[in-house]
């Protein structure tokens, strides 16, 4: 399970997870955390969120 990032499980979280930011880019990723790939890919958005 990836810890680095939200969990939003529903429409009205990912409204709200957009909405509420106004200064910095919102970036919604979907995918499992049982795929090696998915966990690559949080550890590369991890990895360049501050940036």
Partial sequence: MSYMFLYLHNGWQVD???LSEE???V????????DPNCMKMD???YS???K
């Fill in 23 to 25: 200064d910095r880019l």
């Fill in 16 to 18: 709200q997870a957009i």
């Fill in 27 to 34: 970036v919604v990723h979907f995918g499992h955390d049982w």
């Fill in 43 to 45: 550890e590369v958005l």
């Fill in 48 to 50: 360049i969120a501050e």
